[in-house]
């Protein structure tokens, strides 16, 4: 009480309150540098409100729908060798099922994109759900291959609808923490979907004693899902969440012209389609290479894919559970002090995931146990990524616009991604069975003796072939693992100027020269 006002050190903090409806909060740090500081204070300033109940009430009808969309995806994955079986076909033939299905789903997601930035997307996301059931169950009741790649090829139309759409309604619902940490809540039903689609279609199968049954369980949840979005689902005004509810959309040209100069939004794109590269072919043929690994283990002959189906879904599943919301929880933590924080948690996680994954494919056929640790923590770190880019895309471009975002993400991450990785891994297998059995010198001398071993009839037929020829196409995954870190590192230089530049479209200070000046500042940092 008797201080003198002297006697008190100075310091580097400074507070200005505001005692208004839009109640900001500037905090500088001490030694945070100049532009650091204003990274920084560039954060959304918009009060986080208190969630309601029609909020919440969307965001679960949002995430059970994304559950049963992507446990639809990889039911088939499940019980693929029943599939394959029942239609005489071989890996070429079964991974273009899943590449059928993702090449309507990303060329479709622009024609989507276009009508969830206009029209209602209640009733856009009612149609699409509605028709991915529909066709589901008849891929069900189809005997002949072609007609059932038809039925799975509209199954992915159905799908683009939902998927260009549904992040956006929660960027218009929520901001700040509260976005980053709904879209966690979404997409960590990506992981979980696709570790139940494993386990559903196969014990399903196994129940009903047909694989055609594994295949009926997410129609009735998507007839379910259907009335949900069309009864309880709120679909808030576009940009509502930041204070801007009566933005007007550009023109379709404007808004590609717009996003592709946007460079962190490309770059993260890039490093996304290696996201999904990596985990189109990891869902697709992990269950079977693993299970080809164990057959070669002295005592487990006669262990049947179901259950190593099913031990792989529930890896997944954890993996999911654990990486998604963490990968949001550390950049929710980090981002206050390291502004460019989300597309390094990015990177990081792809550099870690690749030499984890690369190790379990090494170790599938010699112990079990390693390999399933070093599949669940090379999933942990992939899974990281989901809903950081998601988050991303939706701070660095403009509300009018995010549907169309999503769609040309998508488009671009199936395309180079998932699209084209398990009919990639299987042709490389094939490839690599018939080089085994004519030239096995080429894959060094743990080979050769493994093809001396064998009658020339064998050679293309036997497991251990089988097995080396689909890890040799599954090594792919880690070099592209790499590449997508590299992708995310480079987001990093753009991602601040990029969000100041969306922040002034959606107040209205519209500029053509943004762009221009998002790499001048990106020079002026380095």
């Not at 206050?336 to 989300?342: A, G, H, N």
């Amino acid at each position: 009480m008797n201080m003198e006002p002297g006697g008190i050190p100075p310091n580097n903090s400074h507070q200005h309150l505001m005692n208004s409806d839009d109640e900001s909060v500037d905090i500088i740090v001490p030694n945070m540098s100049g532009l650091e500081r204003e990274e920084k204070n560039d954060c959304d300033s918009r009060p986080e409100k208190r969630t309601t109940l029609d909020q919440w009430t969307t965001v679960i009808i949002l995430c059970f729908v994304n559950l049963i969309n992507y446990m639809d995806r990889y039911t088939i994955a499940g019980i693929l060798t029943d599939v394959k079986d029942h239609y005489k076909i071989g890996d070429g033939e079964s991974g273009l099922l899943q590449t059928a299905f993702v090449l309507s789903y990303m060329i479709f997601a622009p024609l989507f994109g276009y009508l969830g930035d206009r029209y209602s997307r209640r009733i856009i996301m009612a149609f699409g759900v509605f028709l991915w059931s529909l066709t589901t169950f008849l891929c069900s009741v189809s005997d002949n291959y072609y007609i059932f790649l038809m039925f799975r090829t509209f199954v992915g139309i159905g799908e683009a609808s939902y998927s260009t759409i549904a992040p956006t309604i929660i960027s218009d619902l929520f901001v700040k923490d509260m976005r980053s940490g709904m879209l966690a809540l979404f997409y960590f039903a990506i992981p979980v979907g696709s570790g139940l689609g494993y386990i559903v279609g196969s014990e399903t199968a196994k129940l009903m004693g047909s694989w055609q049954w594994g295949l009926r369980v997410t129609p009735v949840l998507g007839l379910a899902a259907v009335i949900l979005i069309l009864f309880f689902m709120v679909d808030p005004a576009r940009g509502e969440s930041e204070g801007k509810s009566h933005l007007s959309p550009t023109s379709w040209t404007q808004d590609i012209s717009a996003l592709v100069h946007n460079y962190s939004f490309m770059l993260s794109t890039a490093g996304f389609t290696c996201v999904a590269f990596v985990a189109g072919a990891l869902a697709w043929w992990g269950p079977n290479f693993v299970f080809l690994g164990l057959k070669l283990q002295p005592g487990m002959e006669n262990i049947e894919l179901n259950d190593v189906t099913y031990k792989f879904g529930i890896i997944t599943m954890i993996a999911g559970l654990l990486g998604v919301p963490l990968g949001s929880y550390i950049a929710q933590r980090l981002k206050p002090y390291y502004p460019r924080i989300d597309p390094y948690i990015c990177a990081i996680g792809l550099l870690m995931s690749a030499p984890l994954l690369f190790f379990a494919s090494v170790c599938a056929k010699s112990n079990i146990t390693l390999c399933y640790i070093f599949i669940f923590f090379g999933q942990l770190f992939l899974n990281l990524n989901w809903s950081i880019v998601a988050d991303i895309l939706l701070y660095v471009v403009a509300p009018t616009r995010r549907s169309t975002a999503e769609a040309l993400q998508i488009l671009i991450s199936h395309a180079f991604g998932d699209a084209g990785s398990p009919y990639l891994i299987g042709l490389l297998s094939e490839f690599f069975q018939k080089t085994l059995a004519s030239s096995p010198a080429l894959f060094g001398p743990l080979l050769v003796h493994i093809s001396s071993s064998l009658t020339l009839s064998e050679k293309g037929t036997s497991d251990e072939v089988l097995f080396h020829s689909l890890q040799y196409a599954l090594f792919t995954t880690s070099f592209v693992e790499v590449l997508g870190g590299l992708f995310f590192l480079l987001t990093g230089l753009y991602i601040t100027a990029d969000k100041k530049n969306a922040d002034k479209e959606l107040k209205g200070e519209d500029n053509p020269s943004i762009y221009l000046n998002s790499i001048f500042q990106v020079k002026t940092t380095l």
